[in-house]
């Protein structure tokens, strides 16, 4: 079965329209105001009504308060949440709802233990450490820190592009690549023909 993809970051219904057209498994929406992809609650609610039945709607939150968790879960529906922040597992599995779990790769990660914490989650997204971001950094790291064996679902994340997307599904063997930045010609604006062969090349690795 070949790799799947997510791409992350959609800001417009018609951004969602264009990257389910070439292809895309999973379409993440930024609910985080720091983040150059933010989107509000009524701008989520438009891009889900443009998301189709058969591709996953993720909704990514950085370090929300319980009852905002709650209203997302309530009022934009997503097939997903991804804790893209310093949530610990608890709080994660509260809400009895799937989730993704996101891991930055500090060097004292210990992947085993963080699998074995959110064991319930849907998936592990694995993405660069930066101390002062969550996520969307367009920096990598080395990929041969992640295992070959596993028990959980491994989404790879990133600084991932149309140029190096064919070379990660080659030594990671991912369920799923993630990308943002690497498909955009400015923060928040998808590039067609970067999101067309992002995905090709993605899934003919795969």
Known sequence: MSVQVKICGITTPEQALMVQQAGADALGLVIYRKSSRYVDLRQAIAIRAAIASDVLCVVLLVNADKEFVKQVIAEVKPDLLQFHGDESADFCQQFDFPYIRALRMRDDLNIAAEAKAHKPAHSLLFDAWHPGQYGGTGESFVWARLPRERSFNLILAGGLTPDNVAESVAVVAPDM???????ESAP???????????????????
């Open 177 to 183: 690549v993630d990308v943002s930045g690497g498909v």
């Open 188 to 206: 928040g604006i998808k590039d067609p023909q970067k999101v067309r062969d992002f995905i090709q090349r993605a899934k003919a690795a795969g």
